[in-house]
């Protein structure tokens, strides 16, 4: 498979006609749970251009890490139309969807998922196995992205060998080795101390301008949130403020879906909220709310599994 | 993701889990090994029992009374002394007829007894038979003629009743008459579980004044050729036909003899193996059992191989590659856990084994076989998981 168009335009934005990273057009999730429909995204659209810098925002259940599961192709949206790399991924099989995540996609986890037993070097070359790159080529670009990611002294310590910071940033140079169009990181600091955690920030925002990878960042942290050109906030499976399109947010309620009883939203949405106690009210949800709704959210930390 | 690379990660995946794999691959080792063992307990007896079929002598024709066929009764002979005599006019040669009449008895020795075969014979019987002896003489032709009370023992009657001297020119009492040892024989072993050195042989008309009967039960020609066994044999049973008309004779040669135990202890090596074959079958549903406990356990790491993108085949290959490297590297120490069981119980115990290719190909090929089979359903799933679902799995 050839590079992804959205690639070669990357280096060039004073075209004015970017190609897209991803695009999501009124994409929509729903999952079957024993029988009852459980809508965990309704109708989002939105353009990752090749360099972004986007934090995703949005309380427990908000629908933040099915969007995520969706940008990386993971998931594949149950209606609406979503483009990664150029590709409509409604129309790729799992296989192809495989390849489009190698190459196109980079992840960073909460949790670093780093395989145990393995080194440094071998976790960072993981993807490019999949790739079928020969071992010593692997080795070569493994050790180089170590070194950009400041492990070039560590590449044969194993994961339990290493501090957190240092596993998330094995993991970051994983998800980058591809030289991958978007980096999609959950959580990134999210398991790590404050002044550890700054740093990590720090590479991300240092490779994302470096090589102009698109870095879209899942955060409960409203001063990560802060650092990011973009802010996206959602809320019960819709994205309520988007401050690259502040006047074209969707402008509805938390209330909407009592309007529709065959949905669901089984997770915590605005009522069970303010139940939890951590937050003082509701956001307004309008265009200018965006800011101050994420400053009231709750910062609680998201289970990967709260998706809906 | 190239084979190669599978392999290794296959690889890694068992050393990760030494105990497990270990155990896991022991129902393998064991399936294999026993597999290995008793078809070489099969084989290794089969060769032997077709040995001493074969170390009686060559070119040898039994005639016996009644058809000679497995699990057929024995028939009371009508056979005579005369009759041996017609059979060897129609031979032509005497010194190649020998004759039995067979029957248990007690030999005494002193305060020694031993429950023994006692058998009636002519003086040609180690011309006809293949057999030594390990001292002393062999029956005389003028023994047999005068019926004289003269006894050659096996080995294994010689050493119960004269444990401690030499048993030449001693007394044997035999039915409670008493014989003179004038030679003993070289053992010969056991066959069958037989102990083919518990004998004492008399001359023939010794034994029929003994028992008081003119009865002779069997008679053995050593042929001059190969060619014209069969024609020599149809020769001696139209003769005794039409000396006894109401009777069936029978005379069968070595080469019938083997093939009818050839067809039992092939049997019995077939039944011993798929003995065998169902520990090996129990071994691979404990490789399908292990493989899947190793699919849920590592759940989160196939999530993450799938989101750095793995395709759903590279996670199935690499969990059957697990499986068939689990199945035969078991396989492979069951060979040589088998073929050293093997070795050992030939050297040490009196139960003969003898290795054969076709044994331990199939035993490895069953063991891969095996891991592919029962591996393949813990692949599949492992390969279709939803990586959403497993990167979420704790």
């Known amino acids: 498979m050839t590079e992804p168009v959205a690639a070669g335009s990357r280096g060039d ?76 991924v409604n129309t790729l099989a799992p296989p192809e969807m495989a390849t489009l995540r190698n190459e196109t996609i980079g992840f960073v986890f909460q949790a670093f998922y780093l395989l145990p037993r393995t080194s440094a070097v071998e976790n960072v070359a993981l993807p490019l196995v999949y790739r079928g790159v020969s071992a010593r080529q692997r080795r070569e670009r493994a050790a180089a992205m170590l070194g950009r990611v400041g492990l070039g002294h560590r590449l044969d310590h194993r994961p339990n060998q290493m501090s957190g910071g240092e596993q998330q ?84 309620p938390p209330s909407v879906d009592h309007g529709r009883p065959a949905t669901l939203i089984s997770a915590p949405s605005a009522e069970p909220r303010s139940a939890s106690g951590s937050g003082p009210g509701h956001p307004s949800g309008g265009s200018g709310g965006a800011a101050g709704a994420t400053g009231r959210l709750p910062r609680e930390v998201e289970r990967p599994g709260g998706a809906a | 993701m190239r084979v190669a690379e599978a392999w290794r990660v296959a690889l890694d995946a068992l050393r990760a889990n030494r105990l497990r794999s270990a155990l896991t691959m022991l129902g393998v080792i064991i399936g294999v090994a026993s597999v290995v063992l008793l078809v070489a307990i099969g084989t290794g007896t089969k060769q032997k029992v077709e040995q001493q079929v ?32 017609a059979v060897t006019r129609v031979v032509g040669d005497p010194d190649r007829v020998a004759v039995t009449v067979a029957s248990g008895a007690t030999a005494r020795a002193g305060a020694r007894s031993d429950f023994t075969t006692v058998q009636g014979v002519l003086e040609t019987t180690p011309a006809v038979f293949t057999r030594s002896l390990a001292r002393g003489r062999y029956l005389t032709g003028t023994d047999v003629d005068t019926s004289r009370r003269v006894a050659v023992l096996g080995d294994s009657v010689a050493r119960a009743l004269f444990p401690d001297r030499d048993p030449l ?43 008081g009967t003119q009865r002779v039960d069997g ?23 039409r000396r006894h008309p109401d009777t ?4 069968v040669t070595q080469q019938q003899i083997l093939g009818v135990l050839g067809d039992i202890l092939g049997v019995l090596t077939g039944v011993l193996a798929a003995i065998a074959g169902i520990s090996l079958l129990v071994g691979g549903v404990g490789v399908s059992n292990i493989m899947l406990v190793s699919v849920r356990e590592r759940t989160r790491e196939i999530g993450l191989r799938k989101a750095v993108g793995a395709r759903p085949r590279d996670i199935g290959v690499q969990f059957l590659l697990e499986a068939v490297l689990l199945t035969t590297i078991g396989g492979l120490t069951g060979m ?12 040490l115990s009196p139960i003969p084994a003898a290795i054969t290719w076709w044994s331990l190909a199939l035993a490895f090929g069953v063991s891969a076989v095996v891991g592919i089979v029962f591996g393949v359903v813990p692949a599949q799933r492992a390969g279709r998981l939803d990586p959403v679902v497993a990167l979420r799995t704790e």
């Open chain 1, 13 to 88: 934005p004073s075209t004015g006609e970017r190609v897209a990273a991803i695009e999501a057009v009124d994409v929509s999730r729903t999952y079957q749970l024993d029988g009852v429909s459980v809508a965990a995204l309704r109708g989002v659209s939105l353009t990752v251009q090749p360099g972004d810098y986007v934090a995703l925002v949005g309380p427990s259940g908000s629908g933040k890490s099915t969007l995520m599961h969706l940008l990386g192709g993971l998931d594949r949206p149950t209606g609406g139309r979503l483009v990664i790399g150029g590709r409509d």
């Open chain 2, 248 to 251: 069936e004779f029978s005379a």
């Open chain 1, 169 to 252: 940033r094995v993991a970051i140079a994983r998800a980058l080795v591809t030289e991958p169009t978007v980096l999609l990181a959950d959580e990134p600091t999210g398991n790590l101390d404050s002044v550890t955690g700054a740093a990590v920030l720090e590479l991300l925002e240092q490779l994302n301008a470096e090589s102009g990878v698109a870095l879209v960042m899942v955060t409960h942290d409203q001063e990560v949130a802060a650092r990011a050109h973009r802010r996206i906030t959602m809320r019960d499976g819709v994205v309520v403020a988007d401050s690259a399109h502040p006047h074209s947010v969707h402008d509805r």
């Open chain 2, 336 to 347: 040589a856990l088998g073929v050293g069981t093997a070795l050992l119980v030939d050297a």
């Open chain 2, 219 to 241: 008679i053995a020609v050593k042929a001059p050729d190969r060619e014209r066994i069969d024609e020599l044999g149809e020769r001696i049973v139209a003769e005794l036909n």
């Open chain 2, 169 to 211: 020119g001693q007394q044997v009492a035999l039915a409670g008459v008493r014989f003179r040892v004038i030679g003993v024989f070289a053992p010969l072993g056991q066959s069958l579980g037989v102990d083919r050195d518990d004998e004492v042989h008399v001359p023939v008309t010794a034994a029929q004044r003994l028992w």
């Open chain 2, 54 to 85: 074969e170390g009686l002598g060559s070119n040898l024709l039994l005639v016996v009374p009644g058809r000679i066929e497995v699990g057929n009764a024995p028939v009371v002979s009508p056979l005579t002394l005369k009759d041996v005599d």
